[in-house]
């Protein structure tokens, strides 16, 4: 496997491990983008790639460099490539294919720069948002996404995700659930797909179930890492 894609696992669990970043930093910031593109061919590559990256910045960014809200989303901060980028470039330009942030996912940003839809995903992965961890209560837990082992760490992430926030009143036919399906309800294909994801991932028919949202809770929580 190209050395490239195993940068942003060795980044991830250097951090993890409260060990020394820099040195995979500069690899990261002095990677030739046609070697990066060409290492990450397809969305499996991309996805593994980047939700890595995100992981490990956001902690990299909050604990080392004591960067606060909302300059750790937007600010361009980190270096890949040669290009300074920002967690939202990652987050909603490469992961979730140009994405207008507060758009519900219904609108692209076709003014994206040419370097965000060179190294999009060509096609979005609900799934990347049980797996993204932004140092909050309501935050997934971070684990080290490797590219053989990618849909089944996407899958079980999703399934324990969604089970941990996931409350169904089977008399009133109501599930409580994470807000991330509200505040991205186009990735998981609208109030329909939801339903649908409920049924694939759980094995819960909620069909005639009305769905309502928990507080996210934005108390901070670092270090949340999977065993």
């Not at 995700?161 to 089977?170: K, T, Y």
Request: proline fraction near 2%; aromatic fraction near 14%.
């Amino acid at each position: 496997m190209e050395v490239i894609i195993t940068i942003a696992e060795d980044l991830l669990l250097a951090v993890k491990r409260g060990e020394e970043t820099s040195k995979l930093a500069l690899q990261l910031a002095e990677l030739n983008l046609d070697r990066l593109t060409l290492a990450l061919q397809n969305d499996t590559l991309k996805k593994a790639f980047w939700i890595n990256i995100y992981n490990a910045y956001f902690q990299i960014l909050r604990k080392e460099r004591n960067i606060g809200k909302p300059q750790i989303y937007k600010s361009k901060l980190f270096t890949i490539v040669g290009q300074q980028l920002s967690l939202d470039d990652v987050e909603h330009g490469i992961l979730r294919r140009y994405r207008y942030k507060y758009s519900l996912g219904f609108f692209a940003n076709f003014l994206a720069p040419n370097l965000i839809k060179t190294l999009a995903v060509e096609k979005i992965d609900y799934r990347i948002h049980f797996a993204l961890n932004c140092g909050a209560k309501s935050c997934p837990p971070i684990a080290c996404y490797t590219v053989n082992h990618l849909e089944t760490q996407l899958d079980m992430a999703t399934q324990s995700f969604l089970e941990g926030e996931s409350q169904f009143d089977e008399v009133n036919k109501i599930v409580y659930t994470t807000t991330l399906f509200k505040w991205f309800l186009k990735d998981f294909g609208g109030i329909q797909g939801i339903k649908t994801i409920f049924y694939t991932q759980l094995n819960r028919d909620i069909a005639d179930y009305t769905i309502k949202y928990n507080t996210y809770s934005w108390e901070e929580a670092l270090d949340n890492y999977t065993t």
